[in-house]
């Protein structure tokens, strides 16, 4: 029987331990290429981040823009009400005055006979006594009872100065529901002359605030005057009745 027995150990060591720089090296090569990979992944999220950061600035810079474009329409929308609110109160104002300034103007058209042939002649249409004579009757007292409603207070010479004042106002566009509410004898103070007493009551309007009042105010300020159409001379004149 026959032992074999190594005697050049060191040898066989060496060529076992030959292989470990290649490992060592190829696990250094894999460590490397991890960590490459790593860093490349990082980046790309790094790059993906700075952009949804950016989108989220721009976003945020285009809301505020919309944010001040909605305020800067909201100071608008506020101006404009304050300026139809400002629009209104300068329309009552100005009814207030002209109200009763055309009301009183109206009542000295009733009380006085025209004297243009188209006046004439259009009065005469309307039922107008042309030879009646307006002094025959005195207002003693023209006020406001209630919303456009109007009283007038006064005295006239007989009962058909009373009737002709009456058909004339109920001619007359500015006023409505004309009523005799009392009429009665009396004698005039001064002469001491039989008279007649009357109250009548009617509608007006003295507010040219609303949508009717001011359609009829725009009709009567832009109707021709019958000075200017009898003073035309394209149209004919006709006789007055």
């Not at 107008?128 to 919303?147: H, S, Y």
Request: net charge neutral; proline share 4%.
């Amino acid at each position: 029987m026959m032992i074999r027995v190594n005697l050049n150990p060191a040898r066989k060591l060496k060529k076992k331990t030959g292989k470990a720089p290649i490992v060592l090296f190829i696990a250094i090569v894999v460590a490397l290429v991890s960590l490459g990979i790593s860093l490349m992944a990082a980046n790309a999220c790094d790059d993906e981040r700075a952009n949804v950061e950016s989108q989220i600035a721009a976003n945020q810079t285009e809301i505020s823009a919309i944010k001040s474009r909605i305020a800067d329409s909201q100071k608008m929308d506020k101006a404009r009400l304050e300026l139809v609110d400002r629009e209104r109160t300068l329309a009552r104002l100005a009814s207030i005055r002209r109200g009763p300034q055309f009301v009183l103007n109206e009542f000295a058209r009733l009380l006085s006979n025209p004297r243009d042939i188209v006046a004439r002649k259009m009065a005469s249409e309307e039922g107008w006594l042309l030879a009646w004579e307006p002094e025959n009757i005195i207002i003693r007292t023209f006020k406001e009872v209630g919303n456009g409603e109007i009283q007038i207070d006064g005295t006239a010479r007989a009962m058909d100065d009373v009737y002709e004042f009456w058909t004339r106002m109920k001619t007359s566009k500015l006023l409505r529901g004309v009523e005799l509410v009392e009429i009665k004898g009396s004698r005039e103070a001064g002469t001491g002359e039989q008279a007649q007493s009357f109250m009548f009551k009617m509608e007006a309007n003295f507010n040219y605030n609303t949508k009717e009042g001011l359609a009829l105010l725009d009709q009567i300020t832009t109707e021709p005057q019958p000075e200017a159409a009898a003073a035309d001379p394209s149209k004919p004149q006709q006789a007055a009745h």
